[in-house]
């Protein structure tokens, strides 16, 4: 802990008022600086969240990486789920910039009481859903994130530029797959179609509950940790989606799409919240698979903690005798 690190009891209003103008100023938030407390565990909840998504996000391709169907497809892939375990470490890096360890925060993962993303707790049943998870979940991911880039909180900011530049090559792959696909044999049209259908809908989940129903939003945007809200998202890639799904001549499952030229924005129809509820509460289709794969992973991985372990403190010894 530095000294200059906040706790509950020093958030005096005074402090609070300076810390608020120096966000209105525009100013970066740097690990050492103060923070009110409820900032930092904002920031906390927030970045956990998202690294336990990215690490979590490899599992449903990785289930598809024996099954690529070419080798260039595979290596592709394999790339894929690698930078996303770099963007989760990157994350869990930053987060350790607020004051807590991986460790425990990884340990909430493992005990089913942290959060990740509601998207990855749906299966992947045909090779066409890689190719939507990358032109839906990336796609939404570079709206979401491309916004958390000018996050007032410098390293999770930071972490958010390069994180983007990965997600656009992603986006492009399996943007590319789509449209091959949906060239392809009738097999294969109908093939990505399903998927298409299958994961419109909890894509438009990802961007949170709508802005009447998330208790966050008004803080973290008031701290410009936020820059837009859940709902204004959601629209920016419903906007940019329509006309993709158009170029490759496949149909999102909404009856209600409209444009509305008056707000250059397309109408959609309503999402279905109680599904999303069940989903975050771990009652979705795959929520149990997805963790039992994680904990069997960090279980086979203990041997490798051990051996860095013993490895830093003969480090660490051999410095000392230095
Ligand atoms: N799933 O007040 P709200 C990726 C929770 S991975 C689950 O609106 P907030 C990728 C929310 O946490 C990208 N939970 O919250 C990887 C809160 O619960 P708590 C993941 C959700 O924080 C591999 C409660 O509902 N992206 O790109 O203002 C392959 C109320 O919500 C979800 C990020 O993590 C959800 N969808 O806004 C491919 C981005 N939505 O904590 C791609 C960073 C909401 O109060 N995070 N909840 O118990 C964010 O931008 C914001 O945290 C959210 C939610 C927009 C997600």
Redesign the pocket.
């Known amino acids: 802990m530095t000294q200059t690190r906040s706790t509950p009891q020093s958030d005096d209003p005074a402090r609070v008022a300076a810390f608020e103008a120096r966000i209105a100023a525009g100013e970066s938030i740097e690990p050492k600086d103060w923070m009110p407390d409820k900032y930092r565990r904002?920031l906390i909840?927030?970045?956990s969240?998202?690294?336990?998504?990215?690490i979590?996000?490899?599992l449903?391709?990785g289930n598809w990486i024996t099954r690529a169907p070419s080798l260039r497809r595979k290596i592709a892939l394999i790339a894929?789920?690698q930078d996303?375990a770099g963007?989760?470490l990157y994350i869990y890096c930053g987060t350790e910039t607020l004051g807590v360890d991986r460790g425990e925060l990884i340990q909430q993962l493992l005990d089913g009481t942290a959060?990740?993303?509601?998207?990855?707790n749906y299966p992947t049943l045909s090779w066409a859903d890689i190719g939507v998870?990358?032109w839906f979940?990336?796609g939404?991911?570079?709206v979401?994130?491309t916004?958390?880039a000018k996050a007032s909180y410098g390293p999770y900011a930071r972490a958010m530029v390069r994180?983007c530049k990965e997600?656009n090559f992603?986006k492009r792959q399996g943007y590319e797959i789509v449209a091959t696909l949906a060239n392809g044999t009738p097999a294969q049209k109908a093939m990505v179609q399903d998927a298409v259908n299958r994961w419109w809908w909890p894509s438009l989940?990802?961007?949170?509950?709508s802005?009447t129903?998330?208790?966050?939003?008004a803080?973290?945007i008031r701290w410009k940790v936020?820059r837009k809200t859940?709902d204004e998202?959601r629209q920016r890639f419903v906007n940019l989606t329509v006309p993709q799904a158009a170029a490759v001549q496949l149909t999102l499952p909404d009856p209600s799409l409209a444009y509305d030229a008056t707000s250059e924005n397309w109408h959609f129809g309503p999402i279905d919240w109680d599904e999303?509820t069940q989903?975050?509460r771990g009652n979705g289709p795959c929520n149990r698979e997805r963790l039992e794969a994680r904990r069997k992973a960090h279980d086979d991985g203990a041997w490798v903690r051990e051996a860095a372990a013993v490895h830093a403190a003969k480090q660490r010894a051999a410095s000392a005798a230095a």
């Not at 959060?115 to 990855?120: A, G, L, R």
């Not at 129903?213 to 939003?217: H, K, L, R």
Request: proline share 5%; aromatic share 6%.
């Open positions: 904002q909840r927030m970045m969240q998202h690294a336990h998504s990215e979590v996000g490899m449903p391709e894929k789920v996303e963007h989760g959060k990740y993303s509601s998207i990855f998870i990358g979940v990336d939404a991911a570079i979401n994130q916004i958390l994180v997600e992603h989940m990802m961007f949170g509950p802005d129903d998330s208790p966050n939003t803080e973290l936020k859940n998202l999303f989903v975050i």
